[in-house]
């Protein structure tokens, strides 16, 4: 079991190195125990007062496999975010130490996928598992960059980018991101497809330590709904579930970033420390206020962090003596996060509409019982819709003195269903009104696959040597086909945005309108 009931669970996850600093970090057998020793008056000492550091996590992931790393940090969040309970799993550190591999993997390597598309295929397995409930999935792909928030699901059909209009919302219920698509999902393919087109739109740029170094942060959130197939229950659960790869945070002078890139690290800094006052705050429990709004990062995370989730930190570390400075500060700020007291409580529901219908079955029922018990009484079998006016009102005020209590809730329920009921709903539902307008259109929003007329062929023979790897992989991991389909088709799109937007190489993709296209897509394709 990963996460604890009653605090944030933090995992270190180290990035393998030949230059293993075996003086300064030491990993304790107990698996959870990182030791720093750095010597007093060497240039690398931080504070002088000190030179001995031991760290207690919940963890000490070291030269472990993705999967386990899957297991240990997010399995059992996502397992309960089925429950209906929200879950976050968020990666720090500094940059280049592993963020975006922990947290996606290489996504043209089904054994390296990282946490969140094994938690898509972990979600769609069970969903598929328990078939006495009925589940409803939806996707979000948010960028921050710059402070500045970007939809990265935007350039997919239908999504309706409205960028520049996007803003965060708390409106009691929880925060939300008004303006940004959410994208009904039916299975691991298409929730795939969607991971993989918003990493495609990810902002990356080079330095000294990372040649792909993300420069937002970004949130990939998957709301749940779950209702039961057996019971005629109106009750019924929802959760959110946030995987959030945060920027990393840079030494200016470590990574030799100037202009753009330099920019966004004084960006990515800024908001990081913004985070770090946060969890400050959230860690000492005398504090009635918590800087959330701040920064753009803190208020999208701002019911994420503590509160009701199952949150789980993994912080990224080197484990290299030229940057053992940044991770003593990772190895802090983990620790700050540990403190952070989470209550987990599951978000259950009352859908009026069942709720009326129930309480109106019930009603009839027990007015057709007082019937018979009154006619019995008079010695004369009338049945209730039989009766007069007279004895009707009679029952009725029966009726009403029996539900003594009851009475002005069911009133008031059936006043909100006449009245209010759309507006209500809307307002106490999971998802942006916006998007259930649009899902109850069935027009603008489907399922976050690209169409076919959008796919253009790749040259041949990387097709084939695709196809030919692709069976290869399958014969010995059938668990991987929609991984390889979703791949296929961001590579295939790749291919087209290559060929069309070599002037944006900035976002890779950029938001290029895609003229229809009659190729013939690729077999593969069209075997799911
Ligand atoms: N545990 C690991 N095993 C193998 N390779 C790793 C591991 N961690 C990181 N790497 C490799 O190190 C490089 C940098 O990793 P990554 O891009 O995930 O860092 P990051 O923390 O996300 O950086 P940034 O903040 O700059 O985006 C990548 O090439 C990645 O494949």
């Given at each position: 079991m990963s996460a604890r009931s009653n605090g944030v669970s933090v995992f270190v996850r180290t990035r393998p190195s030949v230059n293993f600093a075996q003086d300064l970090i030491e990993y304790l057998p107990d698996q959870k125990t990182i030791n720093i020793h750095m010597k007093k008056d060497t240039r690398n000492v931080v504070n002088n007062q000190q030179s001995d550091w031991a760290f207690k996590m919940d963890g000490v992931l070291h030269n472990v496999s993705q999967s386990h790393v899957y297991d240990m940090t997010a399995k059992n969040v996502v397992l309960r975010a089925l429950d209906g309970y929200n879950g976050t799993v968020m990666c720090y550190g500094q940059t280049g130490a592993g963020k975006t591999y922990t947290m996606t993997g290489a996504t043209e390597n089904y054994k390296q996928r990282g946490i969140?598309?094994?938690?898509?295929?972990?979600?769609?397995?069970?969903?598929?598992?328990?078939?006495?409930?009925?589940?409803?999935?939806?996707?979000?792909?948010?960028?921050?960059?710059?402070?500045?928030?970007?939809?990265?699901?935007?350039?997919?059909?239908?999504?309706?980018?409205?960028?520049?209009?996007?803003?965060?919302?708390?409106?009691?219920?929880?925060?939300?991101?008004?303006?940004?698509?959410?994208?009904?999902?039916?299975?691991?393919?298409?929730a795939l497809n969607l991971l993989f087109e918003g990493e495609t739109n990810r902002i990356i740029a080079s330095h000294a330590l990372n040649k792909n170094s993300s420069r937002s942060h970004c949130i990939l959130t998957v709301y749940i709904e779950s209702r039961s197939r057996t019971l005629s229950n109106a009750k019924y659960v929802t959760s959110k579930l946030n995987l959030v790869d945060l920027a990393g945070s840079e030494r200016l002078g470590k990574t030799g970033s100037e202009g753009q890139v330099l920019r966004e690290a004084m960006y990515i800094n800024k908001s990081?420390?913004?985070?770090?006052?946060?969890?400050?705050?959230?860690?000492?429990?005398?504090?009635?206020?918590?800087?959330?709004?701040?920064?753009?990062?803190?208020?999208?995370?701002?019911?994420?962090?503590?509160?009701?989730?199952?949150?789980?930190?993994?912080?990224?570390?080197?484990?290299?003596?030229?940057?053992?400075?940044?991770?003593?500060?990772?190895?802090?700020?983990?620790?700050?996060?540990?403190?952070?007291?989470?209550?987990?409580?599951?978000?259950?529901?009352?859908?009026?509409?069942?709720?009326?219908?129930?309480?109106?079955?019930e009603i009839r029922q027990l007015k057709n019982e007082l019937a018979i018990h009154d006619s019995l009484a008079n010695r004369s079998l009338v049945s209730y819709d039989a009766m007069s006016d007279t004895q009707i009102a009679d029952i009725n005020f029966q009726v009403h003195r029996y539900l003594e209590g009851t009475t002005d809730e069911i009133e008031c329920l059936l006043l909100v269903v006449s009245v209010e009921f759309e507006s209500w709903y809307n307002e106490s539902y999971l998802i942006p009104?916006?998007?259930?307008?649009?899902?109850?259109?069935?027009?603008?929003?489907?399922?976050?696959?690209?169409?076919?007329?959008?796919?253009?062929?790749?040259?041949?023979?990387?097709?084939?040597?695709?196809?030919?790897?692709?069976?290869?992989?399958?014969?010995?991991?059938?668990?991987?086909?929609?991984?390889?389909?979703?791949?296929?088709?961001?590579?295939?799109?790749?291919?087209?945005?290559?060929?069309?937007?070599?002037?944006?190489?900035?976002?890779?993709?950029?938001?290029v309108i895609i003229p229809q296209v009659k190729n013939k897509p690729p077999s593969i394709l069209l075997s799911s």
């Open positions: 969140i598309p094994r938690a898509l295929q972990q979600i769609f397995r069970e969903t598929e598992e328990r078939s006495e409930q009925a589940f409803t999935v939806w996707i979000s792909f948010l960028e921050i960059y710059n402070e500045t928030l970007f939809d990265l699901l935007s350039t997919l059909p239908d999504a309706d980018s409205r960028d520049s209009q996007m803003t965060i919302v708390d409106d009691g219920n929880g925060v939300r991101v008004k303006g940004l698509s959410v994208h009904l999902t039916n299975n691991e393919e298409e990081l420390s913004f985070l770090e006052q946060a969890i400050i705050a959230l860690a000492d429990h005398r504090r009635d206020h918590i800087p959330f709004r701040q920064s753009k990062l803190t208020y999208a995370l701002k019911d994420s962090l503590g509160g009701n989730c199952n949150t789980v930190l993994v912080a990224n570390i080197y484990e290299e003596a030229a940057q053992i400075e940044e991770t003593l500060s990772t190895l802090r700020f983990a620790t700050r996060m540990k403190c952070v007291q989470t209550e987990p409580a599951v978000n259950e529901h009352i859908d009026p509409v069942l709720q009326v219908k129930k309480l109106e079955m009104e916006e998007v259930q307008n649009a899902l109850r259109d069935r027009g603008s929003i489907r399922p976050g696959m690209m169409p076919l007329n959008r796919v253009l062929a790749l040259e041949e023979d990387e097709q084939e040597r695709f196809e030919r790897l692709h069976q290869e992989l399958l014969s010995s991991s059938p668990g991987s086909i929609s991984f390889y389909n979703a791949h296929m088709r961001t590579q295939q799109r790749k291919h087209y945005f290559r060929a069309m937007s070599q002037a944006q190489p900035q976002r890779k993709t950029a938001r």
